[in-house]
């Protein structure tokens, strides 16, 4: 089994289904895209989909809503499926083990307060000290130190 971590963004509110053997599940898309990603031919980074499907977290789905950012953690597999124009996809699922909400700063008044207080006050750090010896480098032999010039019969 293949096991994945993500964190992305919830592309639609996640909704309650039932499976054919009449079990619930809550199953939901996020987006998911990195600085280095591959970018498309309007420079944007391309996002990586992954659709969720969970069994453990069904009473989290009215707070599973489009836009919020959540960590997945779960079964990974791949699926290739044909997409509307007929190419072959791949689709990436994830069968949740573990579903958390993230917290990307809040919201933007809070963090631009918390940016403005974060340059009023700066940490610079001004020297940087050597560590300290700790007490078995400082108690190295000198009498017995073994030379090269000494033949220990030694076979290598």
Not at 22 to 37: A, C, K, M, T
């Amino acid at each position: 089994m293949r096991t994945i971590e993500v964190i992305g963004r919830i592309a639609a509110d996640a909704e309650r289904k039932i499976s054919k053997g009449g079990r619930e599940y809550l199953s939901f898309r996020i987006g998911n895209n990195e600085y280095n990603d591959e970018k498309g031919p309007d420079g944007k980074q391309k996002a990586y989909w992954f659709s969720v499907t969970s069994f453990n977290h069904i009473p989290m789905t009215q707070y599973l809503t489009k836009g919020k950012p959540v960590f997945v953690r779960g079964a990974y597999s791949d699926r290739v499926y044909q997409n509307r124009e007929g190419n072959c996809e791949v689709g990436r699922d994830i069968i949740a083990s573990e579903i958390s909400f993230v917290d990307f700063g809040g919201d933007k008044q809070q963090t631009a307060q918390n940016s403005t207080q974060q340059q009023a006050s700066p940490v610079i750090q001004t020297k940087m000290e050597a560590p300290k010896p700790t007490t078995a480098e400082l108690k190295v032999p000198s009498s017995n130190a073994v030379t090269d010039d000494v033949d220990d019969d030694l076979p290598f």
